[in-house]
Structure formats: structure tokens, C-alpha cells
């Protein structure tokens, strides 16, 4: 069977990226909110949120945050890497219909720690609605 | 008609705290995997699991910290409050079947600011799994 | 196109019956809690089910109740007619991995008004989880 | 760790009221028909619905039914509290888009069979949707 395999520390280098695109829908909030329990009226009730500075429902911050997760457990560096901080910065809310896309940049890289630094950002269209730093334990092939 | 408001920067005092605790389930994982896009074979491949230092699948970092927001947004501050920042350290895995608590306290308060630091922990047991801070901007009642 | 219609009113008579039967699952538990809102830890919350009297976690009444009008809405009297009223008595808790069989039975007809009170009840084995009365409107043929 | 625990038959009196907002969306009325089975075509099939008294589809009456469960599970006894019984009277439809308020007032109370009468009442805007009793079984501090 073959085994998946993500990057090994020796294969990133400063300045690599990868990134992640998702249409952030009705149904992934209504699921977003079953699955943690944050069913905050800002998220489930259309009334309720036309009374805020946000004017329509917006999606939980963690079910964005959740892409950087995707590009760094699926992509880079991908499956084998284990994921030790991450911190979030919510800059701009994500309506339902919005597209957004994580990208995730190699920042610094210790070798002989096994860990990487890596910035990430979520933006829809030109707008950050997400940013923070993540740091990741990712395998040597020396082991 | 009874209108959902959560609690005001004058109602927080520091060392309030708020909890919310869920079983998180196999279910649970796999809608995380479907809404997020990370299909990271340690959360969906149970023979990879296997091969790795957790021997098992495990839950997603970011569905664990959604607890945190269920507790900000539902419990402590409530509706209305808003999100600005949080950070996440993933200290230990939570597997499926494990019962997760998460725990806010308010650190400090910064009431001309309207602005709250608050500690969040996450625990399975006595093991702390995910431990960070949140910034959150809370509505004040002299608006 | 074939319209999709139920039983007339002339069709129904006192003792007829249809029944509908689904297993309860884990994921009907997360969604239901979703959709609804309820995230009353008996259902979510594997730790707290165990210190109460179900010893473990229990569906909603509500998503078993929506056995009772599985049936109504789609066998008997089935689509075209309206749900005006239902009484539940929940008598036993639905745990996850239950099957569920919710039996509806015509009790009385009054074709005049175009009403038939239905008799529900949904069994675990031998054991009723909730029984009550529907009343529901059904169209004539003589319209 | 502080346990979820809701209010105590002593905590309640009459007049006494919670409520839980939000806005039934096409995913939940997709996700209920899967979890109870309820396909009945004036939920799910457009087409069919606007033959109807009704015109366009409409959310099932036990979704709604479940708002009252989330008040009552939820915020008003809360967790701990087993719920009896409940009547519902279907007095005019939700459409996909509505946001519903389920509201509870506790309406009598039996201190000494620790047991709460409460009447449920289901809005959207000012027109009432569903409306019925919950008895509910209320722990007490005198355990």
C-alpha cells in the first residue's frame, strides 16, 4: 500500500508556498455549528446579524482558520508533520458566498529543530480576513 | 420579543471564567474534514494513524479550538462580543471518544478599550490538549 | 409530470396504519444538535451522560418525534396533507445505535371537516420511547 | 472543572421566561429530511410545493418543534432537566429564510413533584408558528 508522505524538513525552504481555495457556504456554518456547539446568533440567525457592523451572517473564525490547517496538513508540508502553535489574527469577516483562499509562506526554518515557521494568511479577493504564524514539526529524512 | 445579547465589558471581572465540554466524535471529524478541505490522513486514514506517534486518528487541532470560540460566542462575553485575535498551542492530541472541556478566563480587562484578554484551555481529563489566548472587543453599555 | 399525492381522506379508515423504521446514529445526533441548537450536553456531552440516569448520551426527543411525521408526511396520509397538532409523552430515552420504529395508527375520521386523529407511537424493541396523538388535515376527492 | 449543570426547580418561577433565535436555512431542511427520513415532497421537492396552499417549501414542523427543545435543554431549566412531555399545534408554516424565536415561559410549578409547566410559543416576526406546553422534570437542590 502505498504510504502519504508529506515534505520533509530538508524539502522546504524560505519563501515556499502553497495554498488552499474554498467557497465558505450556508452548510458549513450550519455543520461548523453542530460539530463545536457555537451556534452565536451572529453566525445562525440572519435577524440578529443584520443589527451588527456586520450586517449578514458571517462564518465562525475557526472554520477559516481551518484552511491554514488544510494547506499545512495536506500540503505543505503535508501528512507526517505535527502541528505545535498557530496564532490568529481575525482581521475581516467571511461572509457565506465569499472564496477564500489560505496561503501559507515558509518564514524560518530550523533544520536541527525539525520546525518550521510559517506565515499564513487568508485573504477573499484582496481582503485579509485572516492572518498569524504557525509552528510545525515536520520529519527529517535523517531519522 | 426577548432580543439574545451576551454580556457587557462592565459585567467582566477578572478571574470570570465560562466553560463548554463536548465528546468529540468520528462524526464530528469527518464533517470537519468535508467543511474544511483537510483530509490530513492522521484525521481520516486509520492505518496511517497507525503509523504514527498517536497510533490512532486523531481529531482536528481547529474543531478543538472551535470549543473556545463556543464558549466566547455563546457563554462569555455572548453575543455581540467580536473576535479579534487567539492563540493556539496544540500541546496534546485528542483522539475520537475523548471528552473535551474547554475553560475561558478573563486575565484582563480594558474597559476604555473595551477590550478583554482572556485564557483559554482546552483539557481531556487532566491533560491540557490546546492552550492559548484571545483578544476579544466586548460592547460597552455607554455606547 | 407525475404529481406526487397522498392518501384522500376517503381512503383512510379507523385501525389503518404505516410505520417507518431508522436506526439512530451518532452522526443524527451532531446533526440534529446543528440544526436545532440543542447542544444539551445529555447529547453531546459523553462525560455528563454517564452521571446522569440514561448513564450515557441520548438522542433528541424531537429528532424521534420526527419518525411520527415521517410517516404522516409521507406514507400515511402522506404529501398534500397538513399537520395541525401532535401531543408527545416522552417515556423512554433513545440511545444511540437504537432502532427506532415510529407506528402511526387512524383512530378517528371526520371526513366532513377532512380531519383524522392519529394515534403515534414509536417503540425501541418492545419498549415505547413516545406516544401521542396527531391531527391531521386531509384533502377530499371531492373537492 | 466545572460542570454544566442548568437551574434547579427553586430557581424557577412563574413568569419566567428564555428564548434561542435562528434563521431556518435550506440546509437544515435538507439535513433534517436525512436525519428523520421526512421526504415529503413539500419539503424537498420545489416543484411540488408551489401547488400548494403553502407556495414554496416548507421547514418541518419538528425542526421547529426543536428550537423549543433548545430553549428548554439548553437555557431554561437547562442541562439536567428530562423533558416529559410536549404538545404542538402547527398554526401556520416556516418558510426556508424565516428566522424563528422560540420563546418559554414557565407557567406553573409543582415545587414538591419538581415539576414545571411551561408554555412554548414559536414566532416569526409577530405571527405565531407553533405553540404548545412542556412539562419538564426539574432536578431539585434537596437531592
Redesign the interface.
Known amino acids: 500500500?502505498s504510504?502519504?508522505v508529506g515534505l520533509y524538513i530538508e524539502d522546504l525552504s524560505e519563501g515556499q508556498s502553497a495554498s488552499?481555495t474554498?467557497t465558505v457556504?450556508?452548510?458549513?456554518v450550519?455543520?461548523?455549528?453542530?460539530?463545536?456547539?457555537?451556534?452565536?446568533?451572529?453566525?445562525?440567525?440572519?435577524?440578529?446579524a443584520k443589527g451588527?457592523?456586520f450586517k449578514e451572517?458571517i462564518a465562525?473564525?475557526?472554520?477559516t482558520?481551518?484552511?491554514?490547517?488544510?494547506v499545512l496538513?495536506?500540503k505543505m508540508p503535508?501528512?507526517?508533520a505535527?502541528?505545535?502553535?498557530?496564532?490568529?489574527?481575525?482581521k475581516a469577516p467571511v461572509k457565506i458566498g465569499d472564496t477564500v483562499t489560505a496561503l501559507c509562506t515558509v518564514a524560518t526554518i530550523k533544520v536541527e529543530k525539525r520546525r518550521a515557521l510559517i506565515h499564513c494568511q487568508c485573504k477573499v479577493g484582496d481582503t485579509v480576513v485572516v492572518e498569524g504564524e504557525a509552528v510545525i514539526m515536520v520529519p527529517s529524512r535523517k531519522t
Open positions: 500500500m504510504r502519504q488552499f474554498k457556504t450556508e452548510t458549513d450550519v455543520l461548523f455549528a453542530g460539530i463545536s456547539g457555537d451556534t452565536n446568533p451572529v453566525h445562525v440567525d440572519a435577524e440578529f451588527t457592523i451572517r465562525h473564525g475557526m472554520l482558520a481551518g484552511f491554514i490547517s488544510t496538513g495536506t503535508g501528512p507526517g505535527i502541528y505545535l502553535s498557530q496564532t490568529l489574527n481575525f
